[in-house]
Nanobody, 124 residues
Framework: QVQLVESGGGLVQAGGSLRLSCAAS????????MAWFRQAPGKEREFVSV????????YYADSVKGRFTISRDNAKNTVYLQMNSLKPDDTAVYYC?????????????????WGQGTQVTVSS
């Protein structure tokens, strides 16, 4: 079992930065691929980024590439999402998710565990 708790969301002006954290419980955190998804009001949940559990592979949605950076600290059981140059379109609830493999990482239905989400609001 893995439990995920996100933090770090808030209100920021366009062009600003935020760093989201996702703290995981469970001794097997280091063996899970960790991802971030987001859901804006009235829209479907969408993939943002994913990081592998040991090989450092990272993938990003085109909409955030070059602005967001995903990282993890297995010693702290935490995954991060550094978000720079934020835009109003980045406004959403951001969710952390975990799965055993990186396969089909775009498919949110494959993730076994989800956090409760943290709100990010970017004002223009």
């Amino acid at each position: 079992q893995v439990q995920l708790v996100e933090s770090g969301g808030g209100l920021v002006q366009a062009g600003g930065s935020l760093r989201l954290s996702c703290a995981a419980s469970g001794r097997t955190f280091s063996s899970y691929a960790m991802a971030w998804f987001r859901q804006a009001p009235g829209k479907e949940r969408e993939f943002v980024s994913v990081i592998g559990w040991s090989d450092g592979r990272r993938y990003y949605a085109d909409s955030v590439k070059g602005r967001f950076t995903i990282s993890r600290d297995n010693a702290k059981n935490t995954v991060y999402l550094q978000m720079n140059s934020l835009k109003p379109d980045d406004t959403a609830v951001y969710y952390c998710a975990a799965d055993r493999t990186m396969a089909n990482y775009l498919n949110m239905k494959k993730y076994d565990y989800w956090g409760q989400g943290t709100q990010v609001t970017v004002s223009s």
